[in-house]
């Protein structure tokens, strides 16, 4: 499976941005998918998962503002982001678990960077 992670920049406070995450190789068996991000001299954290049935996990810190959701027939997720914030400014990464006959495998994007100005 590769992933693609599009869609981040440069953005003011108060505004939006779309990420994507296009998957393709053995998409089909695909389970969960997400995002987590990582700001500059802090850990990974995670910001939201969805799974292929369309259930979906945030942060308790980003409920509200951001929003995932998953288009199957595209193999290719989104995160919606608004009111963004500075301390939204991160890498953010996607990542796609796969399931073959019982072993799950956990592949990343390369991330694309989010920064918001104040």
């Known amino acids: 499976v590769q992933l693609q992670a599009s869609g981040g920049g440069l953005v003011q406070a108060g505004g939006s941005l779309r990420l994507s995450c296009a998957a393709s190789?053995?998409?089909?068996?695909?389970?969960?998918m997400g995002w987590h991000r990582q700001a500059p001299g802090k850990q990974r954290e995670l910001v939201a998962t969805?799974?292929?049935?369309?259930?979906?996990t945030y942060s308790d810190s980003l409920k509200g503002r951001f929003t995932i959701s998953r288009d199957n027939a595209k193999n290719t997720m989104y995160l919606q982001m608004n009111s963004l914030k500075p301390e939204d400014t991160a890498v953010y990464y996607c990542?796609?678990?796969?399931?073959?006959?019982?072993?799950?495998?956990?592949?990343w994007g390369q991330g694309t960077q989010v920064t918001v100005s104040s």
């Open positions: 990542y796609a678990n796969r399931a073959i006959r019982g072993t799950s495998t956990t592949f």
């Open positions: 969805i799974t292929t049935g369309g259930s979906t």
């Open positions: 190789g053995s998409a089909s068996s695909i389970t969960v």
